[in-house]
């Protein structure tokens, strides 16, 4: 039976009262010995106790308004169960051993091109990750170098907005562990349905926005699963992994997130210095729990600085360089999404993938003039031109005076 081992009251001296019996927890054994009547509530010395009970498992006491009680052995009945599939089964000690082995703790210079780091850290079937708020600081230069590079059989997790449409416009997405997969403003993906009733794409996890954020901090914490009320009483914990208790302490339902290990991540940050120290502008995503829950990390950034600059405001700085593998010099390397404080959204450019991303014969001709078509970021930028990207400038948000 699906049922979570629960031994949460296995402490010495605590009594649960079940009728005139008072029940004992004595490290590791259940224990009774026979109440004086008006005894509730009485926490008896364990010198006072006259008999054992082996038997029986302890039965919680339920007062008239208190949190459940439970007894060592029993077990906590699963209420619900997501039938969604845990694309990514975990190891919390290999992850854990992974980080303090394979993480550099040296200062070393991690600057390389975009495609050396897509080259050498995203590999064919792996389990990644691209962290962003809606087209906001997208990591699409990185993006689209793992479609110039073939990567196939991806595993992905997280939001999915431009960058995504493009690999599944490509044919690199074999399942999605997902929160959102849209264009915003412009309705669904033509490009997903289309991945979707191919068989492209096998499988479709939802999460909500917090849920998914929260299984990565699970990751970083080295447990589990966090609890959580996100998610409850909707169809998308139905079609989620995440499993329903009763908590111990309240009674109430919780939902219960597992943890998260992606292979690979990529971010894209407003500056960065050689070593990897990242610093973002505006909304921070879940960047911060995504950069520590991963395996490999690339980063790519608008501004690679001197680490003077990053000591400046070191309390900035959400990403610290030990947990990054690559750095990536990509200015505008959110276009045609946004960056907070550098450039606006080039909407001329979403609505051109959006209109040809309408049929698959669109959506290859887009790739090919925008993707294929160029070697790389600088090349991309070549092709938007001067003109546009000057105009984005002038659409960026500004701080208040």
């Known amino acids: 039976?699906?049922?979570?081992t629960w031994a949460w009251a296995a402490r010495s001296g605590l009594g649960i009262q079940r009728g005139s019996v008072m029940l004992f927890l004595p490290r590791g054994r259940v224990e009774a010995f026979i109440a004086p009547p008006g005894g509730r509530g009485h926490i008896p010395r364990a010198d006072s106790i006259v008999s054992n009970v082996t038997a029986?498992?302890?039965?919680?006491?339920?007062?008239?308004?208190?949190?459940?009680?439970?007894?060592?052995g029993e077990e906590m009945e699963l209420l619900q169960s997501g039938h969604g599939e845990l694309i990514q089964p975990f190891d919390l000690d290999e992850?854990?051993?992974?980080?303090?082995?394979?993480?550099?703790?040296?200062?070393?210079?991690?600057?390389?091109?975009?495609?050396?780091?897509v080259r050498q850290f995203v590999t064919d079937g792996c389990y990644i990750g691209t962290e962003l708020y809606g087209t906001v600081r997208c990591p699409m230069s990185l993006a689209r170098e793992v479609v110039r590079q073939g990567k196939?059989?991806?595993?992905?997790?997280?939001?999915?907005?431009?960058?995504?449409?493009?690999?599944?416009?490509?044919?690199?997405?074999?399942k999605l562990d997902i929160t959102y997969i849209g264009l915003e403003v412009y309705g669904t993906s033509a490009t997903l349905r289309r991945a979707v009733e191919s068989g492209q794409v096998e499988k479709c996890v939802e999460w909500s926005n917090a849920a998914i954020t929260w299984r990565m901090k699970a990751a970083a914490m080295g447990v589990p699963f966090l609890p959580a009320r996100s998610m409850l009483g909707t169809d998308m914990l139905e079609h989620s992994a995440a499993k329903v208790v009763q908590d111990p302490f309240t009674g109430i339902k919780v939902a219960l997130l597992p943890a998260l290990i992606l292979d690979v991540a990529l971010i894209h940050v407003h500056r960065?210095?050689?070593?990897?120290?990242?610093?973002?502008?505006?909304?921070?995503?879940f960047a911060g729990e995504m950069a520590r829950a991963c395996r490999r990390l690339i980063v790519s950034a608008e501004e690679i600085v001197p680490v003077e600059e990053i000591r400046k405001h070191p309390d900035r700085t959400i990403v610290p360089y030990y947990l990054v593998d690559a750095v990536v010099h990509a200015p505008y390397g959110s276009h045609p999404g946004e960056n907070a404080y550098l450039y606006g959204r080039d909407e001329p450019g979403i609505?051109?993938?959006?209109?040809?991303?309408?049929?698959?014969?669109?959506a290859q001709a887009y790739l090919q003039k925008y993707v294929y078509g160029v070697k790389d970021h600088a090349a991309y930028l070549e092709l938007i031109g001067e003109k546009r990207l000057r105009e984005c400038v002038e659409l960026r948000e500004r701080r208040m005076a």
């Open 1 to 4: 039976m699906n049922r979570v």
């Open 56 to 72: 029986q498992p302890a039965r919680a006491y339920r007062g008239p308004a208190g949190p459940p009680a439970r007894g060592e």
């Open 95 to 117: 992850f854990r051993q992974w980080n303090r082995e394979k993480k550099l703790r040296r200062l070393t210079d991690k600057v390389m091109t975009e495609q050396e780091a």
């Open 152 to 174: 196939k059989d991806l595993r992905v997790c997280g939001q999915g907005v431009l960058e995504l449409d493009l690999w599944m416009a490509a044919g690199l997405v074999k």
């Open 272 to 285: 960065a210095d050689k070593h990897g120290n990242c610093q973002i502008e505006g909304i921070s995503g």
């Open 351 to 362: 609505r051109e993938w959006v209109e040809m991303s309408k049929t698959a014969e669109g």
